[in-house]
């Protein structure tokens, strides 16, 4: 078959099982499987050979079976990086942007950050590429999604400014050397609403990175009420929809100041940022 042949059958076939992204997902499979740049996807003069075609099939049955595209690559772009990705990471969501756009521009001259729940490390890695004054904290739970984003840190060069620690937040804060930043895109669906989220997210993505407990604001209270910032550093977190007034709530409740609610380009609350009293 030639490149427009299978991606003409990836398509129909990606519509018929209600994929949504049908010709987006195609091109991604078929640039990844077969080492194509996206002027090459389009020529669609490459001739695949009767393995590639087997390989290209069974991409195609993982992803109407609803395994993520991103997860079948292996890699996802996020502002102006690529960071690896696996089962045991979440999917960097373009809402997360918002995240490290506020927080890059409330940064100031402070100069040691923790993402706390980092994942693949998008907001953690993404403010350490940014800013080159900036030693970045990575602490995750999940050994497996620690290694994922300290192999991106490396593919950017940022392994000296950038380091990683294993730890579960709900049992204490680390003993490192106390951060003037806290950010965190923590785990926030209520654990009655995980069985509702779409198949992507509920079979695929981990588990313990989206149940926030009961009521979604499980590490919201832990890391409001035990960070270890100095007087005005800065905690940033990004939020679910329904979580624009619990989470500044909380922050009001231990004494936050300049507490600011932002909202993504759907109109829903996504970020929250207040400074230490």
Same mark, same amino acid.
């Given at each position: 078959? *030639?490149?427009?042949?299978?991606?003409?059958?990836l398509?129909?076939l990606?519509q018929?099982?209600?994929?949504?992204s049908?010709?987006t997902?195609s091109?991604?499979?078929?640039?990844?499987r077969?080492?194509? &740049?996206?002027? /090459?996807?389009?020529?669609? *003069?490459?001739?695949?050979?009767?393995?590639e075609?087997?390989?290209?099939?069974?991409?195609?049955?993982?992803?109407?079976?609803?395994?993520?595209?991103?997860?079948?690559?292996?890699?996802? =772009?996020?502002?102006?990086?690529d960071?690896?990705?696996?089962?045991?990471?979440?999917i =960097?969501? =373009?809402?997360?942007?918002l995240?490290?756009?506020?927080? &890059?521009?409330?940064? #100031?001259?402070?100069?040691?950050?923790?993402?706390? #729940?980092?994942?693949?490390?998008?907001?953690?890695?993404?403010?350490?590429?940014?800013?080159?004054?900036? &030693?970045?904290?990575?602490?995750?739970?999940?050994?497996?999604?620690?290694?994922?984003?300290?192999q991106?840190?490396?593919?950017?060069g940022?392994?000296?400014?950038?380091s990683?620690?294993?730890?579960?937040?709900?049992?204490?804060?680390?003993?490192l *050397? =106390?951060? /003037?930043?806290?950010? &965190?895109?923590?785990?926030?669906?209520? *654990?009655?609403?995980?069985?509702?989220?779409?198949?992507?997210?509920?079979?695929?993505e981990?588990?313990?990175?989206?149940?926030?407990?009961?009521?979604? @604001? @499980?590490?919201y209270? /832990?890391?409001?009420k035990?960070?270890?910032?100095?007087?005005?550093?800065?905690?940033?977190?990004e939020?679910?929809?329904?979580q624009?007034?619990?989470?500044?709530? @909380?922050?009001?409740?231990?004494?936050?100041?300049?507490?600011e609610?932002?909202?993504?380009?759907? #109109?829903?609350?996504?970020?929250?940022l207040?400074?230490?009293?």
């Amino acid at each position: 078959m *030639t490149l427009a042949e299978i991606r003409k059958y990836l398509i129909r076939l990606f519509q018929e099982h209600h994929i949504e992204s049908p010709e987006t997902d195609s091109g991604l499979l078929l640039m990844h499987r077969l080492n194509l &740049s996206k002027t /090459q996807l389009l020529l669609g *003069t490459y001739i695949l050979t009767e393995e590639e075609e087997s390989d290209m099939l069974a991409l195609a049955n993982r992803r109407i079976q609803g395994e993520p595209v991103r997860y079948l690559t292996g890699v996802c =772009p996020f502002m102006d990086l690529d960071f690896y990705v696996n089962p045991s990471t979440l999917i =960097p969501r =373009p809402d997360t942007e918002l995240l490290v756009e506020a927080v &890059s521009h409330r940064l #100031g001259d402070r100069t040691i950050l923790w993402d706390i #729940g980092c994942g693949s490390g998008c907001v953690g890695i993404t403010l350490a590429h940014l800013h080159p004054s900036l &030693s970045v904290a990575e602490l995750d739970i999940s050994f497996e999604a620690l290694d994922t984003a300290r192999q991106t840190a490396q593919r950017y060069g940022l392994s000296n400014r950038v380091s990683f620690l294993q730890h579960d937040i709900l049992k204490g804060m680390p003993a490192l *050397t =106390p951060p /003037q930043v806290i950010v &965190s895109n923590p785990p926030y669906i209520p *654990t009655k609403d995980i069985e509702t989220l779409q198949t992507e997210v509920r079979f695929f993505e981990p588990r313990r990175a989206l149940d926030g407990g009961a009521d979604g @604001l @499980l590490f919201y209270r /832990q890391i409001i009420k035990h960070a270890p910032l100095s007087s005005h550093g800065l905690l940033a977190f990004e939020i679910g929809f329904d979580q624009g007034e619990s989470v500044p709530a @909380l922050m009001r409740e231990h004494g936050y100041l300049d507490i600011e609610l932002l909202h993504d380009l759907s #109109g829903n609350p996504r970020v929250v940022l207040g400074y230490h009293k």
